[in-house]
T-cell receptor, first 108, second 116 residues
């Protein structure tokens, strides 16, 4: 599975959009981009996934560049409860390997 | 969404004893389950993949005789930490999937193990 690179931490003001970037320059054609998040001392929570088209659900939007070498997770109106570690993962099969993730702090 | 539970949520055991952690898929049949370990302020590390009715596949560096995994049914996998030591203290998380064709992977809430 391809490796991903994410900034170690980011801050966001409550009510503003949080844009979390992820680089996956070695992604191969059959690998999907997945995003999970982990709130302190809990199991990871699935957020969204995509192959090449942009995706949106009730939690977030996923923007994937045309060359698929990077993506951005967008939380449109961040709340304090969105403070968590966000993991960007690329995978073709069902085995999920976690990188270091981005620690997002949402501040009031 | 599908629910995965773990039991116990927290356990404290003495050094040298064994402890069993259960992972259950509550409303679906999980062909494959995964076990992860997470140390404080670190990411999740995949320990092993278990398929119902067959032996688990362990990741490199994970001792299979120390971390015994049993996936006896489509809704239950167990992880037994044998002869636990303080360095085994960690957050253990399981996940379950319907199978290779399913993109969805559901994570349990985790089990905090403390070995004294």
């Amino acid at each position: 599975d391809a490796k991903t690179t994410q900034p170690p931490s980011m801050d966001c003001a409550e009510g503003r959009a949080a844009n979390l970037p992820c680089n996956h320059s070695t992604i191969s054609g059959n690998e999907y981009v997945y995003w999970y998040r982990q709130i302190h001392s809990q199991g990871p929570q699935y957020i969204i996934h995509g192959l090449k088209n942009n995706e949106t659900n009730e939690m977030a939007s996923l923007i994937i560049t045309e060359d698929r070498k990077s993506s951005t997770l967008i939380l449109p109106h961040a709340t304090l409860r969105d403070t968590a570690v966000y993991y960007c993962i690329v995978r073709a099969g069902f085995k999920t390997i976690f990188g270091a993730g981005t620690r997002l702090f949402v501040k009031a | 969404g599908a629910v995965v539970s773990q039991h116990p949520s927290r356990v404290i055991c003495k050094s040298g004893t064994s402890v069993k952690i259960e992972c259950r898929s509550l409303d679906f049949q999980a062909t494959t389950m995964f076990w992860y370990r997470q140390f404080p302020k670190q990411s999740l590390m995949l320990m092993a993949t278990s398929n119902e009715g067959s032996k688990a596949t362990y990741e490199q560096g994970v001792e299979k005789d120390k971390f015994l995994i049993n996936h006896a049914s489509l809704t239950l996998s167990t992880l037994t930490v044998t002869s636990a030591h303080p360095e085994d203290s960690s957050f253990y998380i399981c996940s379950a999937t319907l199978g290779e064709d399913s993109y969805e992977q559901y994570f349990g809430p985790g089990t905090r193990l403390t070995v004294t």
